[in-house]
């Protein structure tokens, strides 16, 4: 156990429709990034948060949006959703933002 | 950019037999770098990073990996495998104001 909880779980919804992805980093950690593992790509970094703030951006898509709350617990939005959307999302946490990054068990989206 | 190549896909090896997965980096400095492994429908677990110091690294689950940088590698090692290491494998590699980039993966099967 990584300490990092994600829920939930698993996730079936329809295209078109939007769902909202949680993430609690571990105890003490101020980064939060997301990650989406699709057969075809591989594992993309998609977003971080460092104690609120945007730090970074990758590959993430203008349907999709994160945020990182005041108690450091982080959602990951994506809307109009798509066949292609139907991933593993994964967030992570480190204590800074050049430490080593401990992964959840994930999210399993898939869109019908 | 960084990048990291695991020129194996999948790898099968006999219970008890040796192991190792290669992983090249391509940066210009030493990057931070490690590997992950993610069993049948879970998360990442990380199995051992390398910062610096000593390149012979030892993980969990008995595995270690030993940075060359004259090579640009950081292989991992198991001397004998387990059912349990059945997996899939990722290098991944980050550097300052990098993100964490990770390799295509390796996968292993592990026969009797």
């Known amino acids: 156990d990584s300490g990092v909880t994600q829920t939930p779980k698993h996730l079936i919804t329809a295209t078109g429709q939007r769902v909202t992805l949680r993430c609690s980093p571990r105890?003490?950690?101020?980064?939060v990034y997301w990650y989406q593992q699709s057969l075809d790509q591989g594992l993309q970094f998609l977003i971080q948060?460092?104690?609120?703030?945007?730090?970074a951006k990758g590959n993430i898509l203008e349907r999709f949006s994160a945020q990182q709350f005041p108690d450091l617990h982080s959602e990951l939005n994506l809307s109009s959703l798509e066949l292609g959307d139907s991933a593993l999302y994964f967030c992570?946490?480190?204590?800074?933002?050049?430490?080593?990054?401990?992964f959840g068990e994930g999210s399993w989206l898939t869109v019908v | 950019a960084q990048s990291v190549t695991q020129p194996d896909i999948h790898i099968t090896v006999s219970e008890g037999a040796s192991l190792e997965l290669r992983c090249n980096y391509s940066?210009?400095?030493?990057?931070?770098l490690f590997w992950y492994v993610q069993s049948p429908g879970q998360g990442l677990q990380l199995l051992l990073k390398?910062?610096?110091?000593?390149?012979l690294v030892q993980g969990i689950k008995g595995f270690e990996a030993e940075f060359k940088r004259s090579q640009s590698s950081f292989n991992l090692r198991k001397p004998s495998v387990h059912w349990s290491d059945a997996a899939e494998y990722f290098c991944?590699?980050?550097?300052?104001?990098?993100?964490?980039?990770f390799g295509t993966g390796t996968r292993l099967t592990i026969i009797p």
């Open positions: 940066y210009g400095a030493t990057p931070y």
């Open positions: 390398y910062f610096s110091g000593d390149t």
């Open positions: 992570a946490s480190s204590v800074g933002e050049e430490n080593t990054i401990y």
């Open positions: 105890s003490g950690d101020l980064s």
């Open positions: 948060y460092y104690n609120g703030e945007e730090r």
């Open positions: 991944a590699l980050y550097f300052g104001n990098e993100k964490l980039t």
